[in-house]
């Protein structure tokens, strides 16, 4: 069970709603990864504008959480602003802080998400911020207060995959809340590995609408949650410098 503030879940993918070359692909795609948390970003929904399709109409929303994101918000008043607009709507009163640098490299302004998780913890908002691999950061955050650290693998959208490894099982081991690594996965490989690492949860987006049959891929990523938090709960065996005979030796024949 993924346990985020009061909400627990079955699954451990969180899936993006952005980009999918169409709604029926969208609604297949979101069905057979099997996630149960949504995310969307509250200033890129026509809530200006109900005639305009929308992609959260096409769901059971019964089935799925939605985790509003603070997308397109360079400050911590921004983000803030875009939070309190979302729980006014009535979507819910998850969200991922999201706070953006530079549209350049797409990385997790440090100083802003932290102010903006600290106000919206105050506000009683179950908060998800989105952060860069940075164990430090991932502290401070959680003595703030946050529900879930989201530490990025690679750049958003980049489908680098884990650069850091050793950061992100840091961020882990020494977690009180949920970690959920996010964004910039690219393989279903990718997101192994994160889970082997211990991660909680994966969030992806690009990896699925992006491939070339986004269905496909929603099902191997999917799998690969499940597969990869097995892996991590069985245990994996040691790394050795050396071979060790696979099969028992004693009681053979010596030539
Ligand atoms: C949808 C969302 O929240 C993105 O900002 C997220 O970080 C996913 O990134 P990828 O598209 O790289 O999976």
Do not use: W
Not at 40 to 56: G, S, T
Not at 77 to 82: F, G, L, S
Not at 92 to 117: Q, Y
């Amino acid at each position: 069970m993924l346990q985020i503030g009061p909400y627990s879940f079955t699954s451990r993918l969180l899936l993006g709603t952005g980009k999918f070359p169409d709604f029926a692909t969208q609604r297949q795609a979101v069905e057979v990864s099997e996630t149960e948390i949504l995310t969307f970003a509250v200033r890129r929904m026509n809530i200006y504008d109900p005639a305009q399709p929308n992609f959260l109409e096409q769901l059971d929303l019964s089935r799925f959480k939605l985790l509003p994101n603070t997308a397109g918000a360079s400050t911590a008043e921004e983000a803030v602003r875009i939070a309190r607009l979302s729980k006014a709507s009535g979507l819910c009163d998850m969200i991922k802080v999201e706070v953006i640098a530079d549209s350049k490299t797409l990385l997790p302004d440090p100083i802003e998400t932290l102010k903006a998780t600290e106000q919206l913890v105050q506000e009683g908002f179950i908060v998800l911020p989105y952060t860069n691999d940075d164990p430090v950061l991932a502290r401070k955050l959680q003595e703030a207060g946050a529900h879930a650290v989201m530490p990025g693998a690679s750049p958003i959208g980049s489908g680098q995959g884990i650069l850091n490894p050793l950061n992100i099982s840091i961020i882990i081991e020494e977690a009180r809340v949920p970690i959920i690594v996010d964004a910039g996965i690219g393989t279903p490989s990718d997101v192994a590995i994160a889970m082997e690492l211990g991660a909680d949860g994966v969030l992806l987006n690009t990896a699925v609408s992006g491939a070339s049959d986004p269905i496909k891929m929603a099902e191997a990523m999917g799998l690969a949650v499940k597969a990869g938090r097995l892996g991590f709960e069985a245990g994996r065996i040691p790394k050795k410098r050396y071979a060790q005979a696979s099969s028992p030796v004693e009681g053979m024949v010596q030539s």
